[in-house]
């Protein structure tokens, strides 16, 4: 591993170990801009650990768009993780990527997706 390749995803650990929205958008850079699909993979891990709904727009996004099958996936993953509603219509559409594990990703977060929702109307009652 090269250093540089290890000391970003080092640092992209270290922000999700905050706990904080803080580290949302410096998250997001990551996943948006980082030349390695290994660091894009972790941001969009560590957005999906985090569960901030301010990180769903960015993961919409390397979910539709990322060229590395990975972060698609992760990407899907994190979007049911966080169990936004706004994620619904991005996850349909990736139902039919290209790849099989990136579809199964997005079938996978929709079907979380559907149990956050009964478990909130449950709550609600």
């Known amino acids: ?9 080092h640092a992209v650990c ?3 170990d905050m706990k904080n ?8 850079k990551v996943l948006r801009q ?3 699909p290994l ?6 891990f560590s957005l999906g650990q985090l569960g901030f709904k301010s990180a769903v ?3 919409l996004e390397a979910m539709a768009k990322d060229e590395s099958v990975l972060v698609r996936h992760e990407s899907a993953v994190a ?15 990736t139902c039919q990527d290209a790849d099989e594990d990136v ?14 929702k009964r478990l909130r109307s449950r709550t609600k009652r």
């Open 1 to 9: 591993i090269k250093p540089s390749l290890l000391l970003r995803v």
């Open 14 to 16: 270290m922000l999700a």
């Open 21 to 28: 929205e803080m580290a949302v958008p410096a998250l997001c």
């Open 34 to 36: 980082d030349p390695r």
């Open 39 to 44: 660091s894009r993979h972790e941001a969009a």
């Open 57 to 59: 727009p960015t993961l």
């Open 79 to 93: 979007l049911g993780s966080i169990g936004d509603e706004r994620a619904r219509e991005g996850l349909e559409e």
């Open 103 to 116: 579809r199964l990703s997005a079938e996978i977060a929709l079907a979380d997706l559907d149990f956050l």
